[in-house]
């Protein structure tokens, strides 16, 4: 089988927009959202977060396992999956900010007075927020799935992963197991907390 110059050309393309639309070594993805997470800790007095390389790839590998589930350990982790039936190629990987903020969203049912990320029945779980705003936890690596993760029916699912350290939603033995939350989660203003 004889392949024209122009196919070859046309196959290598195809394959390079499939595989490089996103890219855990972006600048701007970086900056983006570390930025976005900023924003939401800035409102509850948690320090800056910086990016972590290790945490970013820690991250792809989780998300290019195409599955929608909490992976790897030592770490904090947030994720996300989408399912669609936008291609590889076309996919808004630009989705960070409103992700992170969905996940600091979670932020409006939490409880100070009965700190932790459980929640209860009327407010669910609240991990993603308490990880987001987590005084403590000051890296972070996020990523997107670096290949298409086929969902069937011609759906494509994408995942992207946040992972933090030191790691956030931590309780502890003893007399007041929620008091790393106590700590680590404060109220929007630090409702007059002086830590």
Not at 26 to 37: G, I, L, N
Not at 42 to 67: E, F
Request: hydrophobic letters at 35%.
């Amino acid at each position: 089988m004889r392949f024209s110059i122009a196919t070859i050309l046309a196959l290598a393309t195809s394959f390079v927009a499939e595989t490089a639309a996103f890219s855990i070594y972006d600048p701007k993805f970086q900056a983006s959202c570390v930025q976005a997470h900023n924003d939401c800790r800035s409102k509850h007095c948690s320090p800056n977060v910086n990016w972590n390389n290790d945490l970013a790839v820690a991250a792809q590998s989780s998300a290019n396992q195409c599955v929608f589930k909490h992976i790897g350990s030592g770490y904090g982790q947030n994720l996300l999956g989408v399912t669609t039936t936008t291609g590889y190629a076309d996919f808004d990987f630009n989705q960070y900010d409103g992700i992170a903020k969905a996940w600091y969203g979670e932020g409006a049912k939490y409880n100070y007075s009965r700190p932790g990320w459980l929640g209860d029945a009327s407010t669910g779980e609240l991990g993603h927020f308490t990880q987001v705003v987590w005084k403590a936890s000051v890296n972070i690596g996020c990523a997107w799935n670096s290949k298409p993760c086929p969902a069937g029916d011609g759906k494509w699912s994408y995942y992207f992963y946040c992972n933090y350290t030191p790691q956030g939603n931590v309780y502890t033995n003893g007399p007041d197991p929620n008091i790393l939350f106590e700590q680590n989660v404060l109220p929007e203003g630090c409702g007059g907390h002086k830590y």
